[in-house]
Each structure stands twice: as C-alpha cells, then as structure tokens.
C-alpha cells in the first residue's frame, strides 16, 4: 500500500469514528445527515480529498497527504484555496466553506476561517457532526446526527432504515411519524436505538415511551435495561435514567418515562396509581365510552415530553384518549406497529417512514409464515338450536350472574350467535377433540405420536372469560391425565397473568393457553407453534396481531428445551375452527355517532337532571333497541319495575321531541317537564339497573350441546397457494436443478439421494412451507380422492416423495401416490420379468435394500460398498460383481419409476 493510501485508509477510519460516513462521490446520499465525500469536486475540475456535508449542504473541506508529508504553510494555502471553490450547484451553509481540516494520518489540524486572525489548532480527534453543528451555529436541532453504519451482526437492516428514516422526518419539519414494522422484527429495540441518538446527539431530553399493557412496560423497561448498542458499550439504562411509571412522583432527571396511557391519564389528574400488571387494557371495551378530559390542574406542564413514542399505536391513542397524548403540544410522536388501521395513518398526518411487511419478514427469515388449519364444524359454520325444555345456564354479561332456565320454545341461533351470546359445549369438545387427533397425523407427523404431553405449544383464541373458563374445563378431559398445569387461562381474571405468561415460554409441562386479549399484543412467545381461534375476529387490525403471536422465530436448540420431540419451527399452524380466515375483515371502526357516552353515563345524567335534546334523543334510540333484543318476560320484569313498558317510554320521548311546544333545555333550569319524561327511570335505581342489564345482554350455556364435524383439514385455500407456489417454482427451475430435470424429461435416468437431498434443501431455504410433507397434505386438500394419505412414519419421511410430488406437480403422474406402497407389488412384478428366476436368498437380500431405494433414492453398487460391506460381499457372492451393479441399478429404475 502507498504511503498516501495508509494515511487515506487512517483519515477513513477517524472521520468514521466521529460519526461521518465515508463515501465515494458516486455513492453520496442525501439522506444521511453527516457525509464526508471523497474526491469531491471543484471547480476548474479540481478534486478536494474530502468535502464534508451536514444535511446536504458542505460545511468544510479536509486535505489529506501521506504520513512523510508535513502540513505546512503550502498544504494549509491548497486546502483554503478549495473553499472558495465550491460548484454551483451545491447546497452550502457558508460561503467560503468556513471549516478546514488538514491531516497526513498522525496528525490533525484545524481551522475556522471565520476569524481571519485564528491559527490552525491541533486536535487530538476529528470533530463529530455534532461539534461541527454547535461551531457553525446551524440552529436545526437535528442537524448532526452522526451517521452509524449498518452492521448485520447488531442491527437487522429493517431497524436501521426505520431509524435513518425517522432521522430524516424529523430534519424535514415532519412532527409525526408512524414506523410500521412487523411483529417479531423489533419495534422496541428500533425504539431504544432511536431513543439512545436522540438523547444524546439532538437537544431531546426527556421521551414518554408508551405502551399498551404494564405487563409490557416491565418487558420496555427490560429492554431499555440490556439495550448495548451505545458508543461505550454501556447499557442505555446507566447512561440515562429509565423510569417505569409506578407512582405519582416522576423524577425530574428522568430521560425515559415508561407507562400506559391510564396511568398516564392518572398521573396527570393526581390520581392514585397501583403498580401492578393486570389492570384491563380500556382499549379492549366494546362499550363505548366518552373521551377523557383534562383539568385545569394539570400535574405535569405541556412541554414536559420532548418525544412521545406510542408502542402498538393501532389501539392507543384514539377518541377516548387522544387529548391525554395531545396535551404535551411540544412534543414529537413516533407510532409503532405492525398492524396500521386507517386512523393510525391519519393520526400520523399519513408519514408513513417504514412499511415493513410480515411478508417480507418472513422473506428475511425473521419470522415464519402461518399455515392454516380448518375445523369446520356444523354449529360453527350453520349455528344449531335449543329444543324447548332443554336446561341451559344463562349468564348475565353485566353482573355475571347465573341462572339455570328451562328453554320455552324451539330457537334457531346462527353461527354469528356462536361467537357472541351462546356457549356450546358440545361444539368446544368437538373442536378440542378433532385438533388432538390432527397433531400427529396432520400436522406434525413426523414428531412421535405418544407424546401427547409434548404437544405442541398452543395458544387458543376464547370469545370472553367464561368462553374460556369451559375450553380450560373440557380440555382437562380431551387431553386426559396430563399435568396440572397442562392447559390454563391467562385473562384478567388469572391470579398473577404476568407469571403465566413467562411459565408458557419456558415451561415444558404449561402446553396450552387459552386467552381472550391478553396475550394477543406484543407478547413474545417464541416456542408458540400453534394458534387456535375458537372466537371470529372482525378487525382486521386485531386479526393480524393476533395471528402474529405465532410467527417468533426461534432455534432449533431452544425450540427442544421447551419442546423435547420438536424438530424445527419452521412455520406455525393457524387453525381455524370458526371460520376467522374467511370471513371479511373491518379496516376502520367509524367514531361518527353515539360512540361517545355510554348508557351508564347517559342514565346518571338524566338522573341528576341533565337533559338536553340529544340525551333524550339518544335514550329514546337505546330504548328502542333494547325492547327489540329483549324477550317478552324480560319486557314485563323490566314494565314491572319502571311502571311502563321500554317501547311505551321510548315512544313518548321520541314523539315529543318532535313538538315545537315542548319546553326548550335550560343549563341549571328545573326542566321540570323533561324530569317528568324520564321519571320511571330517574327515581328508581332498579330500573336504570334492569336496563344496563339487558343492555349488555346474556351468554346462554349449552350443557352438554350437540355438534357434528363437516370438515377437518388444511385450509383449500392455503393449500391452493402452497401447490400453486410450488409447481411455479419446479418449472422455473427444471432445467437448472440435476433432480428437476431428470423427473422433467422422464428418462429413466438415475436419481440419487444427493439429488433428492438438494433439491429438499433448496425448497426449505425458501420457506418451511416446502417442507415435502406439508406440500402433501396440501395437494391432498386440493384435489381429495386423487391424492393417498401417507401412512408409516417411513412413508412419511421417505425422501422420494418429492419425486412423486415433482410428478404430480409437473402432470406425469394422474394421481399422487407415496412409492412405499407400491415397493411390494412393483418389486414382485419386477421379478416376474427378468429372464432368469432369483433364488429365495436373492430375493432376501434385495428385499433388504427395498427400503433404502424408496426412502432414498437409486441405489448402486458404489452405494453399497461404501455403506456396507457384510452385504456387498454376499450380493457379490450371490449375484457376481457384474450382477450386483446390474441388479441394482435395473431394480432402482423400476421401484422408482413414474
């Protein structure tokens, strides 16, 4: 290397270490914030060795010379001279640059030729971009980032484009910015890395970190406590103070703030605030609820926050909550998620920096792709009915109290009721029972089928907590004689949900887990192999976090620790046993109309006196409604306590508001006429009770119920998409790969095990989706009657079903059948054929290598010497070495044949 390549190669690494990306003219980008550009260009064609830029615009120049040369009074006149020399078309922050550098690689010097009387002052270390913002007084606060090179082994590329990104939003005056990442590739530790810069190169000082449960504050505050990617390697936690939201005392030197909106809302309003895990997400409530506001007597001022960032903000930050977040006006918002709705690009000024898709995780191998399931039964798909004198539990959602009926009458209930008002037990054990007996058989048929105890890790998906209290119940029976702890519930209602959650990522014996929302956001449970829906999701925002607690990618090493007889997660299976992959999904729920008072709300309103136009115009509307879903017995109770019938009530305040003649609302009036309208309501608690009641509506449980099965299998759909991908694939590729090829032209040619294993291999690398079994049971879905099941663990795992499967995909073959069932009849009609008759002892010995041939893949004489010796002897002794190659290569064609 020349001495002016070392001192070049010396100068890389400084300007590197002080946050400059080094580049190529060629390779300039005008996203980065802080560049130094080799061989920059001048004007008369000249070259400066190094122009540097802050956010696209030159700042200075640096003049290299080998280590031998001294930086003298020439060096120092060449270098000046460029600055005056700047192309038109740059961008530039002064003119003359006011900035230059000198250096041979030992030695550095600086000078500001701002001042006309400085010197060229020695530096010990190159200036960051940081330093070089404050000496040029560039006002822009995010000027001077440095630049942090991507390196695979710290950073995933998606991570480093969110924050590049999000970097670049921020200098273009954007104050919002939504970062959609998907599930698995993450968002928290993009988070710590955005938040790590922004603190300690940008006048950022203190960042509200959002999140949507306190369990996952704690799993925040763990990842803010291990994040290392710091210049000193120091973890972010014992370089600025992390303060998870426990109490109404938040320390002012606090950089990073942990909480949930509620508390958040609490502190604000000089509540009291528990530290515990398990409080309720209000963004799960059906019920609608008015939006929060804010006093007067706010605890914290508005520009407390220098940044807010909002984990899972598909769910958080919306209607009921939304004021609480846009109090801190100051403040700069960055949004994560991997399920964006409508409203989230909204909210976010539609500044969406990142989309990174869960199918381009999986294409990068950071997450697996969902394989669905389908469980069809009739109650699921048709609904069912309760004959008359048939006792059922009926449950009131409001109270929960039960009470054992007797049906008066034959009723019809639709597959739309299964998900909402009615529990059938006879369906959950159906379902409970048909998803056994697939484990082995369908979906992992490779994984031996006693271990039932090693089932693989579950998550089941209930409708509410009471759904969910019958699933845990009946599959204690389904699933006999396991573990305490085999199957359990992680709701609400869970004594300590946060301890269950992290017994069912480790735990060997804990296998299923069953849920309602808990543990359908950002929970991470990487040995979770299976997802099950016993409940519809409408949604789709809800749907895909959902879906995507299943997609964690996880070592094969790890995965055993937990699982002991797995293999590998290559995918995981979503089974489906209500018809949640079918059905359509909702992007966007409309916030338009009575969205934001409750009946709760309304009702102790109008009791205190509160009745304008639109509180009567709203209770007329709810009456109505609820008349209309009531049974006639509950009319009556509720006519018999409020002296007048819901539809006679709601009638009346309907009708008279449509008079001119009735009296106009007046802020702290009597209103007396109004009082006397809402009367049966107002002066009798039991009334307003009764209709939060019905309002709220009742679970009907059918003990023991009926259902019959229709269908249990791999979804058609996800199966046609799994065959069509892999004979898409095939026929790309038939004349490239050995195995392809010789399958393609069906010349009887020998295809041998190293074929057949490479083309396995190279089908796995692009997705566990074309694992050869799995494509199987998916032809076997699409085109049932013409495909045979596989049936002996043998069958199942003999690699010559891919040529069967290359066959069928390629329409050699009219049907799919393994070559293990017809090993037998081809090898007796093989021996049929030849000229001369084989001894017993002949057919003894090839019988022996049958199983190698249809497991493997052709089999010659070379094959056996290598990998047995006792055997090669006696083929020879019974065959003679001619015979043996002959045989067997003769034999190997014939089993193997299309």
């Not at 960055?334 to 709705?341: R, W, Y």
Request: aromatic share 10%.
């Amino acid at each position: 290397m020349l001495p002016e390549q070392l001192a070049r190669k010396k100068i890389d690494t400084m300007l590197a270490e002080a946050g400059w990306e080094v580049v190529d003219r060629a390779d300039y980008s005008s996203s980065v914030s802080a560049v130094a550009v080799r061989e920059g260009l001048l004007k008369n064609n000249q070259e400066a060795d190094y122009l540097l830029f802050i956010d696209n615009k030159v700042i200075g120049v640096l003049e290299a010379k080998s280590e031998a040369t001294a930086l003298s009074e020439k060096v120092e006149v060449q270098a000046e001279n460029y600055t005056h020399r700047l192309l038109d078309w740059y961008l530039f922050w002064q003119k003359p640059l006011p900035f230059v550098y000198l250096s041979n690689g030992r030695q550095l010097l600086f000078r500001d030729t701002r001042n006309k009387n400085s010197k060229y002052e020695r530096l010990k270390k190159m200036h960051s971009p940081k330093n070089v913002v404050r000496l040029a007084g560039i006002g822009d606060d995010f000027s001077g980032l440095p630049f942090f090179p991507y390196k695979s082994n710290e950073l995933r590329k998606c991570q480093f484009e969110a924050i590049t990104a999000l970097e670049n939003s921020f200098r273009k005056g954007q104050r919002r910015a939504l970062m959609v990442l998907a599930t698995g590739s993450g968002k928290t530790f993009t988070a710590c890395m955005a938040a790590y810069r922004l603190l300690s190169y940008t006048p950022t000082k203190r960042i509200l970190f959002l999140v949507d449960r306190n369990n996952l504050g704690r799993q925040a505050e763990s990842e803010f406590g291990s994040f290392r990617l710091t210049e000193t390697r120091d973890v972010f936690s014992s370089i600025f103070a992390v303060e998870r939201l426990k109490s109404r005392n938040v320390p002012t030197d606090s950089a990073v703030v942990i909480s949930t909106i509620q508390r958040l809302f609490a502190l604000l309003t000089n509540q009291e605030i528990a530290d515990n895990d398990d409080e309720d997400s209000e963004f799960d409530c059906v019920e609608d609820t008015p939006p929060v506001e804010l006093t007067d007597n706010v605890t914290l001022a508005a520009d407390f926050f220098d940044l807010i960032i909002v984990d899972e903000c598909h769910r958080s930050i919306y209607n009921r909550w939304q004021k609480v977040l846009t109090y801190f006006s100051n403040a700069k918002i960055v949004g994560l998620t991997a399920t964006p709705s409508l409203e989230t690009d909204a909210f976010f000024n539609n500044n969406r920096i990142i989309n990174y898709t869960l199918e381009k995780s999986i294409a990068d191998k950071i997450n697996v792709s969902p394989r669905v399931f389908r469980i069809k039964t009739k109650v699921s798909t048709e609904g069912g009915e309760i004959k008359k004198g048939q006792p059922i539990i009926q449950i009131a959602r409001y109270t929960g109290d039960k009470k054992n009926i007797i049906e008066k009458l034959d009723t019809r209930y639709d597959a739309e009721a299964v998900n909402r008002s009615i529990i059938n037990e006879g369906q959950i054990r159906l379902i409970l029972e048909e998803y056994k007996k697939s484990i082995y058989t369908s979906l992992y048929p490779e994984r031996e089928p006693h271990l039932i105890e090693y089932t693989p890790k579950t998550l089941i998906f209930a409708q509410n907590d009471r759904h969910a209290d019958n699933i845990v119940r009946i599959a204690k029976e389904v699933f006999s004689n396991q573990s305490d702890d085999f199957i359990q519930k992680i709701t609400y209602t869970s004594h300590d949900s946060n301890q269950l959650i992290r017994d069912f990522r480790t735990s060997k014996t804990f296998r299923i887990a069953v849920t309602v929302t808990l543990v359908a956001t950002g929970i991470d449970i990487k040995p979770l192999e299976v997802v099950m829906f016993m409940r519809d999701v409408c949604l789709e925002t809800t749907y895909l976090q959902m879906k995507g607690r299943g997609v964690r990618i996880i070592g094969d090493v790890e995965l055993r620790n937990v699982t002991p007889n797995a293999v590998s997660k290559d995918y995981f299976f979503l089974v489906d046993a209500v018809g949640v992959t079918e059905n359509e999904k909702l992007h966007f729920i409309s916030s338009a109309g009575e969205k934001f008072l409750s009946l709760e709300d309304l009702l102790e309103q109008i009791t205190h006196g509160y009745l304008p136009d639109e509180h009567l115009q709203l209770l007329g509307s709810k009456l109505a409604r609820i008349d209309l879903k009531s049974t006639e017995k509950q009319r009556e109770k509720f006519k018999s306590i409020a002296g007048v019938s819901m539809h006679a009530l709601s009638t009346f305040i309907l009708s008279v508001l449509t008079d001119d003649s009735f009296p106009k609302f007046i802020e702290n009036g009597s209103n007396t006429e109004r009082k006397n309208l809402v009367l049966p309501l107002s002066s009798k608690p039991e009334a307003r009770n009764n209709l939060i009641i019905l309002n709220a509506g009742f679970i009907k449980v059918l003990r023991p119920g009926e259902d019959s099965n229709v269908y249990t299998g791999f979804s058609v759909e996800d199966a046609k998409s799994t065959t069509q991908a892999f004979e898409k694939y095939v026929n790309e590729h038939k004349d490239e790969l050995e195995a392809l090829r010789i399958i393609y032209n069906n010349s009887g040619e020998p295809i041998k095990y190293a074929m057949l294993n490479d083309l396995k291999e190279k089908l796995l690398l692009l997705s566990g989706c074309y694992e050869p079994s799995y494509i199987w049971n998916s032809y076997a879905a699409v085109n049932m009657g013409k495909v045979s099941k596989l049936g002996s663990k043998k069958e199942k795992e003999a690699l010559t079903n891919l040529i069967q499967l290359v066959r069928y995909a390629f329409k050699i073959i009219p049907e799919l059948k393994p070559l293990y069932s017809l090993s037998e009849q081809r090898f007796e009609l093989w021996c049929s054929q030849i000229k001369q008759p084989l001894t017993s002892k002949q057919k003894e010995l090839l019988r022996q290598l049958i199983d190698h041939i249809v497991s493997n893949g052709s089999y010659t004489i070379e094959d056996l010497k290598l990998q047995d010796s006792v055997n090669f002897a006696q083929f020879v002794q019974n065959f003679g070495r001619q015979g043996t190659d002959e045989t067997l290569s003769f034999l190997s064609q014939f089993i193997l044949k299309a």
